[in-house]
């Protein structure tokens, strides 16, 4: 059974804090990484994607990858009460054109 | 990132009709598309896997009696959810795979409510 697991949250930070998200998977073959962020009532949305080890920015955004470990992480740079959501972290295993496996999501919320 | 639209945004509709949702790819031909479904305050749950020109693949659990899917052309793929009931009441959201990447690109959802 490949999976994709996340703490549910929430993870609560306070406005201009780094928040930090985890996620690890099951399957050591998996070779594409994702982050979406879906606010309530709306579908995902594409934020970032990551496919070889190490840190991938872009604006306020950092995605890391360590495939050893079996981690991917989103990071969150001065926090802002719109980037309240819930954070769901995707994977694709080794066959191109799968579905993406998703997990649970984490619910992260900023105070201002 | 590339735009993919779904019709209706939403539907109310009484016990036993049937329902048809539309999945567009606007800027983008998708040779596969993804159904998903989500109940509130619960995770994404594939329904099936859609391919251009051939059978859908349902999920294990998934009727495809019921819930049927049509992608008939690069841009467009069609979820039917026949004799709904009350139970089918959710929010149904489609996904479109772009060219060889694996990256996936949400519709805005559809939500249905079945009276």
Same mark, same amino acid.
């Given at each position: 059974?490949?999976e994709v697991e996340q703490n549910s949250? *929430?993870?609560?930070? *306070? !406005?201009?804090?780094?928040?930090?998200?985890?996620?690890?998977?099951?399957?050591?073959?998996?070779?594409?990484?994702?982050?979406?962020?879906?606010?309530?009532?709306?579908? *995902? !949305?594409?934020?970032?994607?990551?496919?070889?080890? #190490?840190?991938? !920015?872009?604006?306020?955004?950092?995605?890391?990858?360590?495939?050893?470990?079996?981690?991917?992480?989103?990071?969150?740079?001065?926090?802002? *009460?719109?980037?309240?959501? $819930?954070?769901?972290?995707?994977?694709?295993?080794?066959?191109? #054109?799968?579905?993406?496996?998703?997990?649970?999501?984490? $619910?992260?919320?900023?105070?201002? | 990132?590339?735009?993919?639209? /779904?019709?209706?945004?939403?539907v109310i509709c009484k016990s036993g009709?049937?329902?048809?949702?539309?999945?567009?790819?606007?800027?983008? +031909?998708?040779?596969?598309?993804?159904?998903?479904? +989500?109940?509130?305050? /619960?995770?994404?749950?594939?329904?099936?896997?859609?391919?251009?020109?051939?059978?859908?693949?349902?999920? +294990?659990?998934?009727?495809?009696?019921?819930?049927?899917?049509?992608?008939?052309?690069?841009?467009?793929?069609?979820?039917?959810?026949?004799?709904?009931?009350?139970?089918?009441?959710?929010?149904?959201?489609?996904?479109?795979?772009?060219?060889?990447?694996?990256? +996936?690109?949400?519709?805005?959802?559809?939500?249905?409510?079945?009276?």
């Open positions: 059974q490949k949250g *929430p993870l609560s930070v *306070p !406005e201009g804090a780094i928040a930090s998200l985890n996620c690890t998977y099951s399957d050591r073959g998996s070779q594409s990484f994702f982050w979406y962020r879906q606010y309530s009532g709306k579908s *995902p !949305e594409l934020i970032m994607s990551i496919y070889s080890n #190490g840190d991938k !920015e872009d604006g306020r955004f950092t995605a890391q990858l360590n495939k050893a470990s079996q981690y991917v992480s989103l990071l969150i740079r001065d926090s802002q *009460p719109s980037d309240s959501a $819930t954070y769901l972290c995707a994977v694709n295993i080794a066959q191109a #054109g799968t579905a993406l496996i998703f997990g649970k999501g984490t $619910t992260l919320s900023v105070s201002s | 990132g590339a735009v993919v639209s /779904q019709h209706p945004s939403r009709t049937s329902v048809k949702i539309e999945c567009r790819s606007l800027d983008f +031909q998708a040779t596969t598309m993804f159904w998903y479904r +989500q109940f509130p305050k /619960q995770s994404l749950m594939l329904m099936a896997t859609s391919n251009e020109g051939s059978k859908a693949t349902y999920e +294990q659990g998934v009727e495809k009696d019921k819930f049927l899917i049509n992608h008939a052309s690069l841009t467009l793929s069609t979820l039917t959810v026949t004799s709904a009931h009350p139970e089918d009441s959710s929010f149904y959201i489609c996904s479109a795979r772009l060219g060889l990447a694996d990256e +996936q690109f949400f519709g805005p959802g559809t939500r249905l409510t079945v009276l």
